[in-house]
Nanobody
């Protein structure tokens, strides 16, 4: 069974930084794309950033240059560097991996809280 395990969440003050990690139990090269999503209380899950197997990256407009998605194929790990965090970034962050056949895998989520 494929597993995606997130880590790196926590509580930070406004303007702080966090780096989220997502480690997968299968070779990261087998994913056609991976991404980070987030879900705030009472809101729908939304895409934060994604990266394809070719390394093409896509960011949500609200990222505004603050977040950077990357991956380390040797470690089968994807990252999300988040800088200048704001209260509206408070949410549960989820790792997603897509494989051929339209199959999605999800991690269990990691909580990010930004406060003054």
């Amino acid at each position: 069974q494929v597993q995606l395990v997130e880590s790196g969440g926590g509580s930070v003050q406004i303007g702080g930084s966090l780096r989220l990690s997502c480690t997968t139990s299968r070779s990261i090269s087998t994913y056609i794309g991976m991404g980070w999503y987030r879900q705030a209380p009472g809101k729908q899950r939304e895409l934060v950033a994604s990266i394809t197997s070719r390394g093409n990256m896509n960011y949500a407009a609200f990222v505004k240059g603050r977040f950077t998605i990357s991956r380390d194929n040797a470690k089968n790990t994807m990252y999300l560097q988040m800088n200048n965090l704001q209260p509206e970034d408070t949410a549960d962050y989820y790792c997603n991996g897509k494989v051929l056949g339209g199959i999605d895998f999800w991690g269990q989520g990691t909580q990010v809280t930004v406060s003054s």
